[in-house]
């Protein structure tokens, strides 16, 4: 089956067909809105269907939908001014991560997570929308023969420690309608002899030349609108699916080379088997009222959840995840839970579909 077809989600009408459906009354301003939401669809069967209300608003409302990556929430990487300081903290991006879902907060609508480059020239905003993350696992764990991604041979360059390696990538599009695949350039990739180098924390400054117009985010060059209307100034860039699935590969490419070098820092953390039960479920099974017109008159429509709708949706799961290990009484460690239970940043060899679904090998 082509990446299209495996990408494509039903239809509302197709997800809603033969199954028994639930519309909870869910109150936009109660502080426990999104965990009763994450609650109901943890506890979705099979042969169920759930309808999110039309007054209830997954991602922050008031903004065009192409821009609501500018208003939602990100989860944020702590940010270093060097890589000594970065290095002098053991900051993999793992521990960041882990770091920063501790402290995840209610009534957030996280659509992902973000760093900041540590050198002069590499400052910017790097962002991961969590749809993305789903969508690059789709892409790497469903190559084919003719839907492949590739990497063009590394030759070692003199600067890579101190800089990261530049390394050519080529990625199959997942839409076709008008580009095969995209060939671009990553720079200052973590290219290192063993763990312990200093060229590993060159992860922070990760960057890539690739333009798609299928992405669904778009980032924000003037600045960010903060919480009390504060702005936010410096560029971003935003890592789509193919980036991320190309850097996988990238990644399994030196792996498997017979020599010292090694990508041993990975900053794009794929689901878990858990996690992607959930997506199936918010891919299959659940769909959003919205107000639009027929016949002339306005009138309550449903639709299959987008993208950002997803990456809203998947964060609510996190915080949902922290609200349950507070109310055990776990206080500690509690990002190494959400983390162990969401996230697999080492085991790629999963989200294979089969028999109409996400599964796992």
Known sequence: MKLEDILKRPSAPQILRAKEVIKPVIYPRSKTSTMYLASLVRKLKSDQ?????????????????????????????????SLEDAIKDEATAENLFIDALKNLKQNKRYLG??????????????????SELYQAQVI???????????????????????????????????????????EFRFFHVPIAKNKGSKSNFIWFNIAADHNCPEQTYY?????????????????????????????????EYFDKRDERLKIFEDPFFFFTQYAFNLINVYRTQVVKEYLGRAGGY??????????????????????????????????????EYIFKKFFN?????????????????
């Not at 039309?54 to 939908?65: C, L, M, R, V």
């Not at 084919?144 to 599009?173: C, F, M, N, W």
């Open 140 to 182: 790497y764990a469903n190559q084919s023969d003719k839907e492949k991604i590739h990497v063009k041979p590394y030759t070692e360059a003199r600067l890579v420690p101190e800089l990261g390696g530049q390394i050519v990538v080529i990625t199959p599009s997942v839409k076709k309608e008008k580009i095969e695949e995209y």
């Open 219 to 251: 980032p924000l060059k003037y600045g960010r609108l903060l919480e009390g209307e504060r702005i936010r100034t410096g560029d971003e860039k935003i890592f789509d699916a193919h980036e991320i699935s190309a850097y996988k590969k990238l990644k």
């Open 113 to 130: 997570y973000e760093w900041q480059g540590v050198t002069a020239t590499t400052r910017l905003f790097r962002i991961v929308p969590f």
């Open 49 to 81: 269907a759930l309808i999110i209300p039309e007054d209830y608003d997954i991602i922050s409302p008031g903004y065009p939908a192409l821009r609501e990556l500018h208003k939602g929430d990100l989860i944020k990487l702590r940010r270093y001014d």
């Open 345 to 361: 940043p080492k085991n790629l060899d999963f989200a294979v579909w089969k028999d109409g679904k996400f599964a796992y090998q």
């Open 298 to 335: 306005h009138k309550i429509k449903t639709k299959p959840l987008n993208d950002k709708e997803m990456s809203g949706l998947i964060a609510d799961q996190l915080v949902f995840e922290k609200f349950l290990l507070e109310k055990k009484g776990i206080k500690e460690k509690i990002g």
